[in-house]
């Protein structure tokens, strides 16, 4: 059974930073395509980030240059540091794991399609 559980959100004032922990369990994170997608209230969800496995990640314009995914694959664990943060990051913050898709590109999995595993979320709220 797959399981992706987030950790780490909280509430904390605009220009700060959070880490997002998501601990995977029934697949190895190496060998999917991980990423982070949030939601914000009344919006559509948003692709944040996306590993491609070849040690490259690809980035919403968004969030660029703020926000940086990492793994430790001895851990099975994917993370999300969020520095700078504004109001609008303000979201469901939720992992997904996807498999490997020929001749699909990051902005591709960030559309959230190719992605095959999520978990619940985990709140951010940003205040001013």
């Known amino acids: 059974q797959v399981q992706l559980v987030e950790s780490g959100g909280g509430s904390v004032e605009a220009g700060g930073s959070l880490r997002l922990s998501c601990t995977a369990s029934?697949?190895?994170?190496?060998?999917?395509?991980m990423a982070w997608f949030r939601q914000a209230p009344g919006k559509e969800r948003e692709g944040v980030g996306v590993?491609?496995?070849?040690?490259?990640?690809t980035y919403a314009d968004s969030v660029k240059g703020r926000f940086t995914i990492s793994q430790d694959n001895a851990k099975n664990t994917l993370y999300l540091q969020m520095n700078s943060l504004k109001p609008e990051d303000t979201a469901m913050y939720f992992c997904?794991?996807?498999?490997?898709?020929?001749?699909?590109?990051?902005?591709?999995?960030?559309?959230?399609?190719?992605?095959?595993?999520w978990g619940k979320g985990t709140l951010v709220t940003i205040s001013l």
């Open positions: 997904a794991a996807g498999f490997w898709r020929a001749g699909w590109t990051g902005r591709d999995y960030l559309r959230g399609r190719g992605m095959d595993y």
């Open positions: 029934g697949v190895t994170i190496s060998r999917y395509r």
């Open positions: 590993t491609l496995g070849d040690g490259s990640t």
